[in-house]
């Protein structure tokens, strides 16, 4: 959840901080701070509640020489939003600071073993702790110290720490919470996430589970709990670093939504071939062993889970595969019924989300091929998985995710495009028609935004953006897409709202309509519009508005509703990608017309690396 940055090197390095936060905001904007070690020997800090722009107010008036420093942006776990508990945390004597990413979870009882021996704690966070325990340890090694620590702390994390009798030098460690070092011209940063740093480097050098590294402005010591040394090469990655700004565009969520086509076409790629096979190079098995998965679990959280949902559809039509699929929080703590013969699909668009990276490693632990379908290259999912589907679409920095989601979708089609073919459950014109469908997604997409119809959404957004409830309703492969659109409303607008299968109504939902409830409805074309409609008239006739999202051209939906949220025709499995447009638009529209900040909407982070 947090964001954490450090640097040491030739620089004065506050405002090489400070940017990195910046471009880790995402990971939480609830406080904010950095410590800077100046060449004298002191260590001098700034904090600040709310976002980084405080921090920057903060520090105009602080102009420090340090070549040595760190920064941290907060989600708060353990302790209020207050300028005590933002990062970073001191020992007593001031001269050693720590930043953290994670939870310690035997906090509570280190921190009474601590008090007992007179240590004054001044914050009421879990990672104060790092810290005193650091300090109690020192004998004049930093590495020692923390190599003394890390065996006490339970649960997960990445602190990195630094000691104004060091200068020079920076010590992190990890477990299971991302770190990533970046690699300069004598200059050494850390990060919890690429961005961090990616306007000053691209070699990086990646952080496994149980390592602690030790970072020099012209090296990179990396080693095991037991202090021996581990050889880390050295990696070039590729990312768009423009993909940091707004280009032109109002705010981050609005860029990302109109980035959406580039976002399907480059998942596409060179994967989809004109006769409908499919190459997924990277899935670490071999046709002959597809063919032969016997079941598909799907695990995940939030947007991906409902990116989940629509694949469970596409893959039992065209493959004929049973799909299972769960929360992954829920699924790690169940009987495990994954093994071998089975695939699990472990969705995640960072890559570090931790309940997903646990259920993960349950179903590997049990025999399960274990894919991991990620955004982000040489992200942990990445490495605990047997298999590899990159979506491709690019850095995205808006908390609600959008582009991700729709990339996400495009990927299990095309592993369901594949599965098909090679089960049988495709034949081969078939599958050529679905290679043309898919392929034809891209431009729809660039079609709708770049058409009359986003305005026309904020128009109808304006009207409703005061009520007090929303309700969702859909069948289908419009569930999902229910589930998406309420989730999009609830994170940015922070209007209850509730998403339900349209035939579930009847059994409890419909209690909440009063005269002028808001519902949406998920009416594009398929085998099932005629039943929405029936719902559609059961909430009209309790004095619900309704707002339909339908497939353009059908104007029998007219009659029923009070507004209608046109998309492109597409075939009925494929409609979720165009369908969600509108939604995202909806929500984004309502957030505005509020006036709130949908880029970093209250309480929420990017990237869930807690529990």
């Not at 589970?209 to 990396?222: F, P, Q, R």
Request: glycine residues 10%; proline residues 4%; aromatic residues 6%.
């Amino acid at each position: 959840m947090c964001g954490i940055v450090g640097y040491v090197g030739p620089r004065a390095c506050q405002e090489l901080i400070l940017s990195g936060l910046e471009r880790l905001e995402y990971r939480g904007y609830d406080s904010a701070g950095i410590a800077l070690l100046d060449p004298d020997g002191d260590i001098s800090m700034l904090r600040a509640v709310g976002n980084l722009a405080a921090l920057r107010e903060a520090a105009v008036e602080h102009t420090s020489p340090a070549m040595t420093g760190l920064g941290h942006t907060r989600w708060a776990t353990h302790g209020k939003v207050t300028w005590d508990n933002a990062h970073p945390h001191f020992d007593q004597s001031g001269k050693l600071a720590v930043v953290m990413n994670g939870i310690i979870e035997n906090y509570v009882l280190l921190r009474s073993h601590l008090a007992g021996e007179g240590v004054a704690f001044s914050s009421e966070t879990d990672t104060e702790v790092i810290p005193h325990l650091l300090a109690k340890a020192y004998r004049g090694d930093l590495v020692q110290a923390v190599l003394d620590v890390v065996p006490q702390l339970e649960g997960h994390y990445a602190f990195v720490a630094m000691h104004a009798d060091e200068p020079g030098r920076l010590v992190g460690a990890r477990k299971e919470c991302p770190l990533v070092v970046g690699v300069g011209d004598g200059e050494r940063f850390f990060g919890s996430a690429i961005p961090a740093f990616l306007r000053e480097t691209r070699d990086i050098q990646l952080v496994e589970n149980g390592e602690i590294v030790v970072l020099e402005a012209d090296s990179t010591v990396i080693m095991d709990l037991e202090g021996n040394r581990v050889e880390r090469s050295i990696t070039r990655v590729e990312m768009d670093e423009d993909a940091a700004e707004k280009g032109g565009h109002e705010t981050f969520m609005l860029k990302e939504i109109y980035e959406q086509p580039d976002a399907l076409w480059d998942t596409l790629g060179d994967r989809l071939n004109d006769d409908g096979t499919v190459d997924l190079v990277d899935l670490g098995m071999d046709d002959a062993q597809l063919a032969r998965v016997e079941r598909i679990h799907i695990v995940a959280c939030g947007t991906s889970y409902h990116a989940g949902l629509v694949g469970r559809y596409l893959i039992e039509d065209w493959a004929r595969v049973p799909v299972h699929i769960e929360v992954a929080s829920e699924y790690r703590y169940r009987t495990c019924l994954a093994g071998p013969g089975d695939m699990v699909i472990g969705i995640t668009q960072s890559g570090e989300s931790a309940d997903t990276l646990a259920a993960m490693r349950v179903a590997r632990e049990r025999g399960a091929h274990v894919v991991a379908l990620t955004n982000i290259v040489g992200s942990q999912a990445t490495r605990d998985s047997d298999g590899v589907i990159l979506t491709r679409a690019g850095l995205e920095i808006s908390v609600a995710a959008t582009k991700t989601h729709t990339a996400q979708i495009m990927a299990l089609a095309l592993l369901a495009l594949k599965l098909g073919r090679l089960r049988w459950a495709l034949h081969s014109n078939g599958a050529v028609e679905l290679a043309q469908d898919l392929l034809a997604l891209p431009d729809l997409v660039r079609g709708y935004l770049e058409s009359p119809a986003p305005a026309q959404v904020f128009e109808v957004a304006g009207r409703y953006f005061d009520r007090p409830f929303f309700l969702y309703l859909g069948r289908h492969v419009g569930v999902p897409v229910c589930f998406e659109g309420a989730l999009k409303l609830k994170e940015i607008s922070y209007i209850p709202t509730e998403a339900y299968p349209a035939g579930e109504m009847k059994h409890g939902p419909i209690a909440l309509l009063a005269e002028g409830s808001p519902v949406v409805c998920v009416a594009t074309d398929g085998h099932v519009f005629d039943k929405v409609v029936s719902n559609i008239q059961e909430v009209k006739a309790r004095g619900a508005e309704v707002i339909a999202v339908a497939t353009e051209g059908n104007s029998s939906i007219e009659q029923h509703v009070d507004d209608v949220l046109w998309v492109p025709r597409t075939p009925p499995l494929l409609s979720p990608i165009t369908a969600n447009l509108p939604l995202q638009l909806f929500a984004y529209g309502v957030a505005r017309a509020k006036g709130l900040n949908v880029d970093q909407p209250r309480n929420l982070a990017k990237t869930v690396t807690v529990e």
